[in-house]
T-cell receptor
């Protein structure tokens, strides 16, 4: 089945230690998104790629970076995780439908910072 | 700019009772509207979407929603709640044209189903 895959599902890192989260897709979608979701809150868009074009949200901290080496893969790098970065990180993909983009979400990676 | 308001951060129903989760949107252009469900420690799953075709939209798991332009609403309903419906539900809007590849989410409604 076509899907969005996130690895690992659970990640524990130390305060200040760089960490990378991975997302892959078999849907061949143009757009890939990274969201941060804290407990009992809505997902917050960090950035997205439209093909190779990177689009950062204005309020995304510089501590968060992303790479998309090819259509299928996208990575979220957190350069120096703080305690406030502990959250669920969701990857999503989409491709143009008839005037709209339906987003498909992966299962998420829960990041714990110790 | 668009926005979404979900009335009630927590809704509790008995098994077999009607489920009604409320969503109102604000949009300067015709919107596309989505309902997503999220189970604990999982990603978001699309329940249903309104894309300017039929105003009454049927989704998965017996859910449906009706787009009412005059009320700027897109409420989610299910005639009979099941224990497995307990989850967080998010309403989301995207705009037609322009930056329509982004979603604006409501704050979510946690649905509890009591036996």
């Amino acid at each position: 089945d076509a899907m969005v895959i996130q690895n690992p599902r659970y990640q524990v890192t130390q305060f200040g230690k760089p960490v990378t989260l991975s997302c892959s897709q078999t849907l061949n979608h143009n757009v890939m998104y990274w969201y941060q979701q804290k407990s009992s809150q809505a997902p917050k868009l960090l950035f997205h790629y439209y093909d190779k074009d990177f689009n950062n949200e204005a309020d995304t901290p510089d501590n968060f970076q992303s790479r998309r080496p090819n259509t299928s893969f996208c990575f979220l790098d957190i350069r120096s995780p703080g305690l406030g970065d502990a959250a669920m990180y969701l990857c999503a993909t989409s491709s143009p439908g008839v005037g709209y983009y339906e987003q498909y979400f992966g299962p998420g990676t829960r990041l714990t910072v110790t | 700019a668009q926005s979404v308001t979900q009335l009630g951060s927590h809704v509790s129903v008995s098994e077999g009772a009607l489920v009604l989760l409320r969503c109102n949107y604000s949009s300067s252009v015709p919107p596309y509207l989505f309902w997503y469900v999220q189970y604990p420690n999982q990603g978001l799953q699309l329940l249903l979407k309104y894309t300017s075709a039929a105003t009454l939209v049927k989704g998965i798991n017996g859910f449906e929603a009706e787009f009412k332009k005059s009320e700027t609403s897109f409420h989610l309903t299910k005639p009979s709640a099941h224990m497995s419906d307990a989850a967080e539900y998010f309403c989301a809007v995207s705009l037609s044209g322009g930056s329509n590849y982004k979603l604006t989410f409501g704050k979510g409604t946690l649905l509890t189903v009591n036996p």
